[in-house]
């Protein structure tokens, strides 16, 4: 079962990064013992200048952040009251986060 999906956003594609995400979250299911679980993760890599913006507009923070994390129920980014930028592809009935990532 695919528990990732990795998207770069305005910075270039890099597949080492894709690996080391991949190989840490993989880690991460098996040491919190969720990979037989419904859950199902989508990092996008960026750059600060798009963090700062994301956080300004979603968060009304004016200020980069290393991470921004946006929940997922049931197929629906944000639960409602904070929606996530841009779309995602997400297998119904499982839950689901979107994490951003600065490259710096």
């Not at 770069?8 to 690996?19: K, T």
């Not at 960026?46 to 994390?69: F, G, H, P, Q």
Request: glycine fraction near 4%.
């Amino acid at each position: 079962m695919q528990i990732c999906e990795i998207n770069f956003l305005d910075i270039e594609e890099n597949q080492e990064y894709a690996d080391i995400v991949t190989k840490v979250l993989a880690k991460c299911y098996a040491e919190e013992d969720l990979t037989d679980k419904n859950l199902y993760t989508n990092v996008i890599l960026t750059d600060s200048e798009n963090i700062k913006k994301l956080n300004k507009k979603y968060r009304n923070i004016d200020k980069e952040t290393d991470v921004l994390s946006f929940p997922m129920f049931n197929g629906v980014v944000g639960a409602g009251a904070l929606t996530c930028p841009g779309a995602l592809t997400c297998p119904s009935a499982r839950t689901a986060v979107r994490l951003i990532i600065a490259i710096h």
